[in-house]
Protein backbone atom coordinates (compact mmCIF):
# COMPACT_ATOMS: atom_id res chain seq x y z
CA UNK A 1 0.00 0.00 0.00
CA UNK A 2 1.41 3.33 -0.59
CA UNK A 3 1.47 5.99 1.36
CA UNK A 4 0.23 8.25 -1.22
CA UNK A 5 -3.02 6.18 -1.37
CA UNK A 6 -5.48 8.25 -0.21
CA UNK A 7 -8.69 5.91 -0.60
CA UNK A 8 -8.31 5.49 3.58
CA UNK A 9 -9.29 8.12 5.89
CA UNK A 10 -7.04 9.74 8.56
CA UNK A 11 -8.15 8.12 11.29
CA UNK A 12 -7.91 4.70 9.38
CA UNK A 13 -4.12 5.19 8.49
CA UNK A 14 -3.05 6.42 12.48
CA UNK A 15 -4.34 2.72 13.34
CA UNK A 16 -2.42 1.21 10.76
CA UNK A 17 0.63 3.50 11.63
CA UNK A 18 0.02 2.20 15.60
CA UNK A 19 -0.62 -1.44 14.05
CA UNK A 20 2.91 -1.51 12.47
CA UNK A 21 4.62 -0.02 15.53
CA UNK A 22 3.17 -2.77 17.81
CA UNK A 23 4.03 -5.90 15.24
CA UNK A 24 7.63 -4.55 14.82
CA UNK A 25 8.43 -4.34 18.73
CA UNK A 26 10.39 -7.45 20.22
CA UNK A 27 8.32 -9.63 22.61
CA UNK A 28 9.29 -8.54 25.95
CA UNK A 29 9.96 -12.50 27.94
CA UNK A 30 7.41 -12.97 30.97
CA UNK A 31 7.90 -11.36 34.10
CA UNK A 32 8.41 -13.85 37.05
CA UNK A 33 6.29 -14.13 39.22
CA UNK A 34 7.94 -12.23 42.67
CA UNK A 35 6.83 -12.95 46.23
CA UNK A 36 4.97 -10.47 47.75
CA UNK A 37 6.77 -10.71 50.95
CA UNK A 38 9.85 -9.18 50.43
CA UNK A 39 13.27 -10.91 51.78
CA UNK A 40 15.25 -9.21 54.27
CA UNK A 41 19.12 -10.05 54.91
CA UNK A 42 20.67 -8.63 58.31
CA UNK A 43 23.83 -6.57 56.91
CA UNK A 44 27.58 -8.21 58.43
CA UNK A 45 27.53 -5.03 60.92
CA UNK A 46 23.71 -6.36 62.04
CA UNK A 47 24.57 -9.05 62.55
CA UNK A 48 28.28 -8.30 65.04
CA UNK A 49 25.97 -5.95 67.11
CA UNK A 50 23.42 -9.20 67.71
CA UNK A 51 26.80 -10.84 68.92
CA UNK A 52 28.18 -7.95 70.84
CA UNK A 53 24.47 -8.06 72.65
CA UNK A 54 24.73 -11.53 73.76
CA UNK A 55 28.33 -11.59 74.79
CA UNK A 56 27.75 -8.19 77.25
CA UNK A 57 24.16 -10.12 78.41
CA UNK A 58 26.31 -13.46 79.42
CA UNK A 59 28.96 -11.23 81.50
CA UNK A 60 29.25 -13.18 85.01
CA UNK A 61 26.89 -16.25 83.90
CA UNK A 62 29.08 -19.47 85.13
CA UNK A 63 28.46 -22.79 84.18
CA UNK A 64 26.98 -25.13 87.02
CA UNK A 65 29.22 -27.02 88.57
CA UNK A 66 27.17 -30.59 88.78
CA UNK A 67 29.96 -32.40 90.42
CA UNK A 68 28.52 -32.54 94.16
CA UNK A 69 24.80 -33.28 92.31
CA UNK A 70 23.25 -36.84 93.81
CA UNK A 71 22.69 -39.16 90.74
CA UNK A 72 18.30 -39.21 90.66
CA UNK A 73 17.11 -43.04 91.70
CA UNK A 74 13.90 -44.24 92.02
CA UNK A 75 12.94 -44.97 95.41
CA UNK A 76 11.15 -48.98 95.58
CA UNK A 77 9.90 -50.60 98.45
CA UNK A 78 11.19 -54.03 98.25
CA UNK A 79 8.95 -56.34 99.84
CA UNK A 80 12.88 -58.07 101.34
CA UNK A 81 14.65 -56.50 103.59
CA UNK A 82 18.61 -57.14 103.27
CA UNK A 83 19.27 -59.48 105.56
CA UNK A 84 22.84 -57.58 106.20
CA UNK A 85 21.42 -54.61 107.44
CA UNK A 86 19.01 -56.72 109.99
CA UNK A 87 21.71 -58.74 110.82
CA UNK A 88 23.51 -55.34 112.13
CA UNK A 89 20.40 -54.18 113.61
CA UNK A 90 20.69 -57.21 115.72
CA UNK A 91 24.24 -56.91 116.45
CA UNK A 92 23.61 -53.05 117.01
CA UNK A 93 20.70 -53.82 119.89
CA UNK A 94 23.33 -55.73 122.23
CA UNK A 95 23.19 -59.28 123.53
CA UNK A 96 20.00 -60.84 122.52
CA UNK A 97 17.91 -60.79 125.71
CA UNK A 98 14.90 -62.85 124.98
CA UNK A 99 15.14 -66.53 126.44
CA UNK A 100 13.64 -67.36 123.11
CA UNK A 101 15.94 -66.00 121.12
CA UNK A 102 19.13 -68.09 122.11
CA UNK A 103 19.34 -70.27 119.37
CA UNK A 104 22.14 -73.30 119.14
CA UNK A 105 24.02 -73.03 115.52
CA UNK A 106 25.12 -76.88 116.70
CA UNK A 107 21.88 -78.44 117.31
CA UNK A 108 20.62 -76.94 113.86
CA UNK A 109 23.70 -78.26 112.27
CA UNK A 110 23.64 -81.36 113.62
CA UNK A 111 20.17 -82.77 111.85
CA UNK A 112 21.27 -81.29 108.11
CA UNK A 113 18.67 -81.41 105.07
CA UNK A 114 19.24 -81.72 101.64
CA UNK A 115 18.88 -78.52 99.35
CA UNK A 116 15.81 -80.07 97.76
CA UNK A 117 14.20 -81.25 100.68
CA UNK A 118 10.77 -79.96 101.50
CA UNK A 119 10.80 -79.37 104.97
CA UNK A 120 7.57 -79.28 106.89
CA UNK A 121 7.09 -77.98 110.68
CA UNK A 122 3.91 -77.32 112.92
CA UNK A 123 3.25 -77.79 117.15
CA UNK A 124 1.12 -80.88 118.06
CA UNK A 125 -2.01 -78.41 118.82
CA UNK A 126 -2.06 -76.21 115.92
CA UNK A 127 -5.50 -76.20 113.58
CA UNK A 128 -4.97 -78.88 110.36
CA UNK A 129 -6.66 -75.99 108.47
CA UNK A 130 -4.42 -73.36 109.35
CA UNK A 131 -1.42 -76.04 108.62
CA UNK A 132 -2.89 -76.80 105.18
CA UNK A 133 -3.47 -72.87 104.56
CA UNK A 134 -0.03 -71.77 105.14
CA UNK A 135 1.02 -75.26 103.28
CA UNK A 136 -0.37 -73.60 99.83
CA UNK A 137 0.21 -70.36 100.36
CA UNK A 138 -2.80 -68.63 101.08
CA UNK A 139 -1.92 -67.18 104.08
CA UNK A 140 -0.47 -63.67 103.55
CA UNK A 141 3.06 -62.92 104.62
CA UNK A 142 4.28 -59.78 106.72
CA UNK A 143 7.74 -59.59 105.45
CA UNK A 144 10.76 -61.33 103.32
CA UNK A 145 14.27 -61.99 103.87
CA UNK A 146 16.90 -63.28 101.10
CA UNK A 147 19.68 -64.62 103.47
CA UNK A 148 21.70 -65.58 100.21
CA UNK A 149 25.35 -64.61 100.62
CA UNK A 150 25.14 -64.09 104.44
CA UNK A 151 27.02 -66.23 106.41
CA UNK A 152 26.08 -68.68 109.60
CA UNK A 153 25.84 -65.46 112.38
CA UNK A 154 24.08 -62.68 109.43
CA UNK A 155 21.99 -65.32 108.19
CA UNK A 156 20.53 -66.09 112.24
CA UNK A 157 20.75 -62.31 113.13
CA UNK A 158 18.37 -61.49 110.27
CA UNK A 159 16.19 -64.49 111.16
CA UNK A 160 15.90 -63.37 114.24
CA UNK A 161 15.21 -59.46 113.63
CA UNK A 162 12.81 -59.94 111.04
CA UNK A 163 10.73 -62.26 113.64
CA UNK A 164 10.93 -59.03 115.77
CA UNK A 165 9.96 -56.36 113.26
CA UNK A 166 7.25 -59.17 112.59
CA UNK A 167 6.00 -59.49 116.17
CA UNK A 168 6.16 -55.66 116.48
CA UNK A 169 3.73 -54.86 113.62
CA UNK A 170 1.72 -57.72 115.30
CA UNK A 171 1.68 -59.73 112.03
CA UNK A 172 2.03 -63.43 112.02
CA UNK A 173 3.72 -64.68 108.45
CA UNK A 174 6.70 -63.79 107.44
CA UNK A 175 9.18 -65.59 104.33
CA UNK A 176 12.67 -66.78 104.49
CA UNK A 177 14.47 -67.21 101.10
CA UNK A 178 17.45 -69.43 102.37
CA UNK A 179 18.35 -70.59 98.82
CA UNK A 180 19.15 -74.31 97.93
CA UNK A 181 23.01 -73.75 97.40
CA UNK A 182 24.95 -76.71 97.26
CA UNK A 183 25.23 -78.79 100.46
CA UNK A 184 22.09 -77.18 102.45
CA UNK A 185 24.08 -75.34 105.11
CA UNK A 186 21.79 -72.52 105.01
CA UNK A 187 18.83 -74.32 104.69
CA UNK A 188 19.77 -76.81 107.16
CA UNK A 189 20.19 -73.41 109.78
CA UNK A 190 17.04 -72.02 109.12
CA UNK A 191 15.24 -75.08 109.68
CA UNK A 192 16.93 -76.00 112.74
CA UNK A 193 16.86 -72.56 114.37
CA UNK A 194 12.79 -72.21 113.42
CA UNK A 195 12.55 -75.49 115.15
CA UNK A 196 13.90 -74.02 118.39
CA UNK A 197 12.20 -70.78 118.49
CA UNK A 198 9.22 -70.74 121.16
CA UNK A 199 7.49 -68.05 119.23
CA UNK A 200 7.32 -70.40 115.70
CA UNK A 201 3.75 -72.60 115.54
CA UNK A 202 4.46 -73.61 111.91
CA UNK A 203 6.77 -73.48 109.02
CA UNK A 204 6.51 -75.86 105.22
CA UNK A 205 8.81 -75.04 102.41
CA UNK A 206 6.66 -72.24 99.83
CA UNK A 207 5.01 -73.42 97.04
CA UNK A 208 6.63 -73.22 93.39
CA UNK A 209 5.27 -69.76 92.92
CA UNK A 210 6.50 -67.98 95.79
CA UNK A 211 10.62 -69.83 96.04
CA UNK A 212 9.79 -73.43 96.40
CA UNK A 213 12.35 -75.20 98.49
CA UNK A 214 14.48 -72.51 98.68
CA UNK A 215 12.26 -70.55 100.98
CA UNK A 216 10.35 -71.35 103.88
CA UNK A 217 6.87 -69.50 105.07
CA UNK A 218 6.65 -69.16 108.46
CA UNK A 219 3.33 -68.91 111.36
CA UNK A 220 4.29 -66.92 114.33
CA UNK A 221 2.74 -66.35 117.53
CA UNK A 222 0.65 -63.79 117.95
CA UNK A 223 1.70 -60.90 120.66
CA UNK A 224 -1.24 -60.73 123.02
CA UNK A 225 0.54 -58.21 124.82
CA UNK A 226 1.62 -56.01 122.00
CA UNK A 227 -0.86 -52.69 121.93
CA UNK A 228 -1.90 -53.42 118.65
CA UNK A 229 -3.04 -56.44 119.82
CA UNK A 230 -5.19 -55.26 122.98
CA UNK A 231 -6.20 -52.33 120.46
CA UNK A 232 -8.09 -54.83 118.19
CA UNK A 233 -9.73 -56.48 120.64
CA UNK A 234 -10.87 -53.71 121.55
CA UNK A 235 -13.36 -52.72 118.72
Not at 113 to 122: D, E, M, P
Not at 134 to 139: E, H, N, Q, R
Not at 168 to 192: F, P, R, S
Request: hydrophobic letters at 40%.
Amino acid sequence: MSKHDTSLSKSQLDLLKQFKQQINQPIAPKKERISKQPIYTASQAEVEDEIQLFTKAMQGVQKIDASNLAPLQHSKKSSRPDAQILARRMAAEGTIAQEDAVLSDMQALLNPVHSQAFLSYRIATLQNRVFDDLKAGKMRWFEAVDLHGCTIEQAREAMLQLIQLAKADNQNVIKIVHGKGEGGVLKTCVNGWLRQHRDVLAFVSAPDNQGGTGAVLVLLKRAEKNPKYEQENKH
